[in-house]
């Protein structure tokens, strides 16, 4: 998918749909009689419009399919770097997923696997394992915002909808501890958002490739001013006798 439907393609498919589409009503209207006598005309004129139209629809989608392919390749890797910043802070609320799990190595993963279960079950959780995880949840969220802020920094996704986000992620930190469904869900928000600037950004950044280069004004042909010889002046009459007469005086 490196080849993409060019603009001037897109132009005229366009053009060749409105003119064609406005021609066959203009015909319907004024001209009758006339298409009634040339249905061959008539079905010519309804298969250039539909050509257009379903052409321009193709390249329109063909492009969207592409942008959004090129958009998520530039994405990936920057994606597991984040994934891989983020994932003590998801371990620590239980949200790590099932690959990510086993990675842990079979002692460590079925002490997760006890402590998620406990998390995200619906019987109340026992008082000394809440107080146990509530310090190394507040301690992994607090660090995931600094990570989060160096990351946002480094790729140029720290605008007012990053803000909000941090703003809002770290209002729930300062709720209550028994809070835990709404800390870990504005947790999986405020990952996911993050995500997903960088996505858009490379989405974006594509799209202004893909627009055509302001026109710049044309150079002169020739030399450049600066380098081109200076002109020697024609000398003058009065001048001519000067030099003359400074000879004869000679």
């Known amino acids: 998918m490196e080849q993409k439907a060019p603009p001037a393609l897109l132009r005229v498919l366009f053009a060749t749909a409105v003119l064609s589409f406005a021609l066959s009503m203009y015909l319907e209207q004024r001209q009758l009689d006339w298409l009634q006598r040339h249905p061959i005309s008539v079905?010519?004129?309804?298969?250039?419009?539909?050509?257009?139209?379903?052409?321009?629809?193709?390249?329109?989608?063909?492009?969207?399919?592409?942008?959004?392919?090129?958009?998520?390749?530039?994405?990936?890797?920057?994606?597991?770097?984040?994934?891989?910043?983020?994932?003590?802070?998801?371990?620590?609320?239980?949200?790590?997923?099932?690959?990510?799990?086993?990675?842990?190595?079979?002692?460590?993963f079925e002490a997760y696997d006890r402590f998620a279960a406990a998390l995200w079950s619906d019987d109340p959780i026992?008082?000394?394992?809440?107080?146990?995880?509530?310090?190394?949840?507040?301690?992994?969220?607090?660090?995931?915002?600094?990570?989060?802020?160096?990351?946002?920094?480094?790729?140029?996704?720290d605008g007012p909808k990053y803000r909000t986000a941090r703003a809002k992620f770290e209002r729930t930190l300062a709720a209550e501890p028994e809070s835990f469904?709404?800390?870990?869900?504005?947790?999986?928000?405020?990952?996911?958002?993050?995500?997903?600037?960088?996505?858009?950004?490379?989405?974006?950044?594509?799209?202004?490739?893909?627009?055509?280069?302001?026109?710049?004004?044309?150079?002169?042909?020739?030399?450049?001013?600066a380098l081109r010889r200076p002109r020697r002046r024609r000398p003058t009459h009065r001048t001519a006798g000067h030099q003359s007469g400074s000879l004869r005086g000679e």
């Not at 419009?49 to 998520?72: P, Q, S, Y």
């Not at 490379?202 to 026109?215: I, K, V, Y």
């Open 43 to 108: 079905d010519l004129l309804s298969s250039v419009v539909g050509f257009a139209t379903g052409g321009l629809v193709v390249a329109v989608v063909f492009n969207w399919i592409r942008e959004r392919h090129h958009a998520r390749l530039m994405h990936e890797p920057v994606a597991q770097e984040w994934s891989s910043a983020i994932r003590s802070a998801r371990q620590a609320f239980g949200l790590l997923d099932s690959h990510e799990a086993h990675a842990l190595g079979k002692p460590e």
């Open 126 to 157: 026992d008082p000394a394992v809440w107080d146990e995880h509530v310090a190394d949840m507040r301690s992994e969220s607090a660090a995931l915002l600094d990570v989060a802020d160096e990351f946002a920094e480094k790729y140029e996704i």
């Open 181 to 225: 469904d709404a800390i870990a869900t504005e947790l999986y928000a405020f990952t996911d958002t993050v995500d997903r600037l960088h996505y858009n950004l490379m989405r974006e950044r594509l799209r202004r490739q893909a627009e055509p280069p302001a026109a710049t004004p044309a150079r002169r042909r020739g030399v450049a001013p």
